[in-house]
């Protein structure tokens, strides 16, 4: 054994500082450890409030409470993350931000969906293009397409509504096929196939279907026209199929 090291250090009052301060924070890591896992598992800080926040229109304020309890741990040691997943999973409850709030309260304010449109017969999607499911209780428009493409038809749709607004006309269904091919279907019946984006977008058709809108189908009497079926996918013009019409 090599006590020449062992004395050196007993008698260099440095070495002996350095060796007492390792030892006192060592000591003090161990007590806040044992503080902390005291503090975690302790009775004596339960959660007893839980408080739902946001303007609710769909969602259920109880079924929020109710899904938040039951996580165990007290106030410290509750898992906001899974308090956030489980609310999360309430319908219509789009995100929700959670935070603890001395002494015994959690509060939770939530973001609801808001519905912008029907997503074909099983689904909604919201405003920010969103798939969800919600019953639908009111009269949306409807969308489809391939799976992944909400936020593409939604925005779609959006820009569609504005193009047709001087015609004082809204569309009904938006639908993208798997060939990412265009149609629309209007509230009064008009559908209009608009084909693909290639050197002219989809929206370049819609918007000089809608200049010459006027002069041409909309000189009509629409009861005889019987809602035409109109294509668009011309360079110069479109084709427009009339149910009872020949010729």
């Not at 050196?8 to 006192?24: C, E, K, V």
């Amino acid at each position: 054994m090599n006590f020449t090291g062992m004395k050196f250090m007993w008698d260099n009052p440095r070495q002996l500082n350095i060796a007492a301060n390792l030892l006192f924070g060592v000591a003090a890591l161990l007590a806040c450890a044992a503080s902390l896992r005291l503090l975690l598992n302790s009775p004596l800080f339960p959660v007893r409030e839980i408080v739902v926040q946001g303007a609710l229109k769909k969602a259920q304020r109880a079924d929020l409470e109710h899904a938040a309890r039951g996580l165990g741990g007290n106030f410290f040691a509750v898992d906001l993350r899974a308090v956030r997943a489980r609310l999360e999973q309430v319908p219509w409850v789009r995100c929700v931000e959670v935070r603890r709030v001395w002494p015994d309260r959690l509060e939770a304010v939530v973001e609801e969906h808001v519905a912008l449109a029907r997503w074909g017969d099983e689904a909604l999607v919201n405003t920010f293009g969103e798939r969800f499911s919600g019953k639908n209780t009111e009269e949306l428009p409807m969308l489809a397409g391939p799976a992944g493409s909400e936020a593409l038809v939604a925005r779609r749709y959006r820009r569609f509504t504005e193009l047709l607004a001087p015609l004082g006309e809204s569309s009904e269904h938006v639908i993208l096929s798997p060939r990412h091919a265009w149609q629309v279907k209007l509230a009064s019946g008009l559908t209009l196939e608009l084909g693909r984006d290639g050197a002219e977008t989809v929206e370049a058709r819609l918007a000089r279907f809608v200049t010459v809108f006027p002069d041409t189908l909309g000189r009509l009497r629409r009861d005889a026209a019987h809602f035409p079926h109109v294509d668009l996918r011309y360079p110069n013009g479109f084709a427009l199929r009339v149910a009872g019409w020949k010729g």
